[in-house]
């Protein structure tokens, strides 16, 4: 069974700094993709970034970055240069291919604010 | 290209009553997944529905049904609502039938059962 799991229930970082969300997943299907998702206070899920399983480099997107460890099954989200305009929440999420698009299964979530 | 969308924004219930929430697709989009998020958790599969057929399922009971129209909107009908159906539900839309690996989000409906 799939399962994500994000440890940090909310983090704090200062304007114009990084900082890392963190995201472990467990699945036995050897193809799978993992996505990250921004919540902002209205309610919509806002893609980010994706990971494929058999890319064999990190994803990035602008100021996102994905932290691909395959072997410890993580994929921690980094977010460089922090704006006061990426509070929200953070979710990361999985689906498993190995019978078509399977739904995605979120964690928790993390809530970041970003410090002027 | 036009985003998805749903409707209402927002909705007050009474329990034991019955509820439609309404999406529509992204353009090009022939899927469309509803997913519930209690508060302060994740997003939770509820179904999703292809070519208009129901294709997938979570841990949600019959009451919770829904439909897919032939220009691949969505409605989902939850009846003989109970408290903890409080939730906002959110809309996905995507392009399967290949691995396509995004789904777009709708702004959600946020529906309180009193």
């Known amino acids: 069974a799939q399962k994500i799991t994000q440890t940090q229930p909310g983090m704090f970082v200062q304007e114009k700094e990084a900082v890392t969300l963190d995201c472990t997943y467990d699945t036995s299907d050897p193809s799978y993709g993992l996505f990250w998702y921004k919540q902002p206070s209205s309610g919509e899920m806002i893609f980010l970034i994706y990971q494929g399983s058999y890319d064999q480099q990190n994803a990035t997107e602008g100021r996102y970055s994905l932290n691909f460890q395959k072997a410890r099954k993580s994929a921690n989200l980094v977010i460089s240069a922090s704006q006061l305009g990426d509070s929200a929440m953070y979710f990361c999420?999985?689906?498993?291919?190995?019978?078509?698009?399977?739904?995605?299964?979120f964690g928790k979530g993390t809530r970041l604010s970003v410090i002027a | 290209e036009t985003g998805v969308t749903q409707s209402p924004t927002h909705l007050i219930k009474t329990r034991g009553q019955q509820v439609t929430l309404r999406c529509s697709s992204q353009s090009g989009h022939n899927t469309v997944s509803w997913y519930q998020q209690a508060l302060g958790q994740g997003p939770q599969f509820i179904f999703q529905y292809y070519r208009e057929e129901e294709n997938g399922r979570g841990n949600f009971p019959p009451r919770f049904s829904g439909l897919q129209f032939p220009n691949y909107s969505s409605e989902l009908n939850v009846n003989a609502l109970e408290l903890d159906d409080s939730a906002l539900y959110l809309c996905?839309?995507?392009?399967?039938?290949?691995?396509?690996?995004?789904?777009?989000f709708g702004p959600g409906t946020r529906l309180t059962v009193t």
């Open positions: 996905a839309s995507s392009r399967e039938g290949l691995l396509s690996y995004e789904q777009y």
């Open positions: 999420a999985m689906r498993e291919y190995h019978s078509g698009n399977t739904p995605l299964v």
